[in-house]
């Protein structure tokens, strides 16, 4: 689907209207795309828009520049929990786990090193800190147990494997599942897939990989663009993958640069949890 996204992220299915749902960043934009026929319902909320994940209640929740928020049918966005009160800070690409929890990261003024924060946000509560530490959080998915949690950070190079407690949804140990070398491009948005294998986003490397609940390339797949920014699956083995045009050179020559792609798995995605539960 041809579009021009800055930076297009976040791509959700959407079962209630047969929709792909996804983002464009800096823009503000969220986009209800009809895969089928390409049109395409672009609403500006009025800030800078991290992710969204369908809302058990209608609507989306929101990951947003200044904190979390809930997105009504109409496109309209109203904060829920102002938990970034810094000029320059932003959330970032965010996810659901089963009990229906929103994780999202937020970004340090300037991408500053080691001030990128994981954050939780619960269904009726103020959302907490769940790690320190990060620069440039991203990707986030499950295990298909729920027992692990991965996370990418961008700026590290690398896809964190996390253990994970459901019940209270809290992290435990921490190893590097996942290293992209510098020269290959970064490691961005990431899902899951019925195989309990992660497919990788890279930025900069002109692919999307994957790879198996072990950390071990078992594929790649080369795009016309340079900088795929995120993937998710549709209702069957499609995976759709979200791209931009943010920071590249003048005449880069990329016309699909922005849009996002399809591509046959050949494999189901695993479950994607709403808000709410």
Excluded at 6 to 32: F, K, M, N, S, Y
Excluded at 95 to 105: K, L, P, T
């Amino acid at each position: 689907m041809k579009a021009a996204a800055e930076t297009g992220e976040g791509p959700v299915w959407d079962a209630r209207t047969g929709q792909l749902v996804w983002v464009d960043i800096p823009a503000g934009v969220l986009h209800r795309s009809d895969v089928s026929t390409g049109a395409d319902t672009a609403t500006d909320v009025g800030m800078m828009l991290g992710a969204v994940a369908v809302a058990t209640t209608g609507g989306w929740a929101a990951a947003a520049e200044d904190g979390f928020g809930l997105i009504d049918a109409a496109g309209r966005l109203g904060l829920v929990d102002r938990v970034l009160a810094e000029p320059g800070t932003r959330m970032n690409d965010a996810a659901c786990d089963r009990r229906g929890r929103m994780w999202a990261g937020s970004l340090g003024v300037g991408v500053a090193s080691g001030a990128g924060i994981l954050h939780c946000w619960e269904p009726g509560q103020r959302s907490r800190v769940a790690l320190r530490g990060l620069t440039l959080p991203n990707g986030i998915a499950w295990s298909l147990s729920g027992q692990q949690m991965y996370l990418a950070d961008s700026s590290a190079g690398v896809v964190y494997e996390f253990g994970f407690d459901a019940d209270d949804g809290r992290l435990g140990g921490r190893r590097v599942l996942v290293e992209v070398p510098a020269a290959e491009g970064v490691p961005d948005g990431l899902c899951t897939d019925a195989d309990g294998c992660l497919w990788l986003a890279v930025w900069g490397g002109w692919q999307v990989r994957r790879y198996d609940p072990e950390g071990c390339l078992l594929a790649t797949v080369d795009f016309p663009v340079a900088q795929p920014s995120a993937c998710g699956f549709g209702p069957d083995t499609t995976l759709y993958v979200t791209s931009a045009w943010e920071g590249l050179p003048a005449g880069h020559g990329q016309e699909l640069a922005g849009s996002v792609f399809a591509l046959d798995a050949g494999v189901r995605g695993a479950e994607v949890h709403p808000f709410g539960g």
